[in-house]
């Protein structure tokens, strides 16, 4: 019913930047929350960053001052910019939107795949 197409992972140096982008399609009548965990080796999946639909965001302590997260609604697409990055931030980066579609229902959350950021040292 919702796809999630994430984009904008790779490698970079310590102190670099990234952008990352989720892109929502299909059976969408309105989005409500949008947001970026990641996953490192062994760890439990955490959030890094959060937005609501009126733009209220919400960030790990570890990822203040250093990322920011955007959504450009007409495009049903969420953002995360993030500078100075370093090695700990390295880790699986996961979008998760919630979403209430043209099927009906209660609005629920939908996973994006993945996209492996790697900061090196």
């Known amino acids: 019913q919702v796809q999630l197409v994430e984009s904008g992972g790779g490698l970079v140096q310590a102190g670099g930047s990234l952008r990352l982008s989720c892109a929502a399609s299909g059976s969408i009548l309105s989005i409500n929350a949008m947001g970026w965990y990641r996953q490192a080796p062994g760890k439990q999946r955490e959030l890094v960053a959060s937005i609501t639909s009126s733009g209220s965001t919400n960030y790990a302590d570890s990822a203040k001052g250093r990322f920011t997260i955007s959504r450009d609604s007409a495009k049903n697409t969420v953002y995360v910019e993030m500078n100075s990055l370093k090695p700990e931030d390295t880790a699986v980066y996961y979008c998760?939107?919630?979403?209430?579609?043209?099927?009906?229902?209660?609005?629920?959350?939908?996973w994006g795949q993945g996209t492996q950021v790697t900061v090196s040292s």
């Open positions: 998760k939107v919630n979403v209430e579609t043209w099927v009906g229902g209660l609005p629920r959350d939908y």
